[in-house]
């Protein structure tokens, strides 16, 4: 599976919360919660590295808000897609070529408000930033 991987890019995930929510799987399925993401610059894929020890830093206004090494992402980042692979194929679906896929948060939600800057550190991979506005 990851000899199909082109690129990575560092990226973090936009959540907006449109509903309260009192069942998980519902809000799943509604994709209460996914806004967009945030992509960074790619870089090539290469099958030595090891994603597990990419770590990510998450940075609000400058100050270190908490980082993590890509193993808490079940265990390797590439698991992830992996088990989407193998979910979609019980539906008959599949990955194709040129899609995007978000492998999972190395780290919790952080709330943001206007005028805020959010950057995100992947060693070895690169940074992706923003500014909030409204």
């Not at 008959?92 to 999972?104: A, I, K, S």
Request: aromatic share 8%; proline share 4%; hydrophobic share 45%.
């Amino acid at each position: 599976m990851a000899e199909s991987v082109d690129f990575v890019y560092p990226a973090f995930e936009y959540i907006e919360k449109r509903v309260t929510v009192l069942d998980m799987g519902v809000a799943f399925a509604d994709n209460a919660e996914h806004t967009g993401i945030v992509l960074g610059q790619p870089v090539r894929h290469q099958i030595d590295r090891d994603y597990r020890q990419v770590v990510c830093a998450l940075f609000k206004n400058t100050s270190l808000i908490d980082s993590a090494p890509g193993e808490v992402v079940l265990g390797n980042p590439l698991n992830s897609i992996l088990w989407l692979k193998q979910r979609l194929e019980k539906y008959q679906r599949q990955l194709t070529e040129g899609m995007v896929v978000m492998t999972g948060s190395f780290l919790r939600q952080l709330p943001v408000s206007s005028g805020d800057h959010i950057r995100a550190e992947f060693s070895g991979l690169g940074v992706v930033d923003v500014n909030v506005v409204n």
